[in-house]
C-alpha cells in the first residue's frame, strides 16, 4: 500500500509559478512510476505528466501532456519519498484539482486506470 499527500496549491494569476509536492510513504518509492493528473470543474481528470522508476539507474523517463510541455516539469528526489511538479507561465485553463498518483510499471501512463494509487488533489487557481 502507498499514501499520497499532495501539497503546494493555491491562488496565483496568470503568468506566475507554482510548485507542487507529493509525498508517499508505505513502501519503495524509488521504483515507482509517479504521475501527476488534473480535473477541471465539469471535466475528466487527465493526464498532465510522469516520471520513471529510479531504483537501478540515475536516469528517469519523464512525459508530458502536449498542453503542459515546455512549461512545466516534473522531478523525483527518492532520498525524500517525493515528487514534484514545477509549474510555470500559468494559465487559467490550468486551474484544476492537481493529483499525485502511483504505479508499478511504465505501461500505459497517461490512462487513469493505470495507476494503483492516488492523492487526494490540491487545488490549483489561475487568475486572469
Known amino acids: 500500500q502507498v499514501q499520497l499527500v499532495e501539497s503546494g496549491g493555491g491562488l496565483v494569476q496568470a503568468g506566475g509559478s507554482l510548485r507542487l509536492s507529493c509525498a508517499a510513504s508505505?513502501?519503495?518509492?524509488?521504483?515507482?512510476?509517479m504521475g501527476w493528473f488534473r480535473q477541471g470543474q465539469g471535466k475528466e481528470r487527465e493526464f498532465v505528466a510522469v516520471v520513471g522508476g529510479s531504483t537501478y539507474t540515475t536516469y528517469v523517463s519523464t512525459f508530458y501532456a502536449d498542453s503542459v510541455k515546455g512549461r512545466f516539469t516534473i522531478s523525483r528526489d527518492n532520498a525524500k519519498n517525493s515528487v514534484y511538479l514545477q509549474m510555470n507561465s500559468l494559465k487559467p485553463e490550468d486551474s484544476a484539482v492537481y493529483y499525485c498518483?502511483?504505479?508499478?510499471?511504465?505501461?500505459?501512463?497517461?490512462?487513469?486506470?493505470?495507476?494503483?494509487?492516488w492523492g487526494q488533489g490540491t487545488q490549483v487557481t489561475v487568475s486572469s
Open positions: 498518483a502511483a504505479t508499478n510499471g511504465w505501461q500505459a501512463v497517461t490512462r487513469t486506470d493505470s495507476y494503483l494509487y
Open positions: 508505505g513502501r519503495t518509492f524509488s521504483g515507482l512510476v
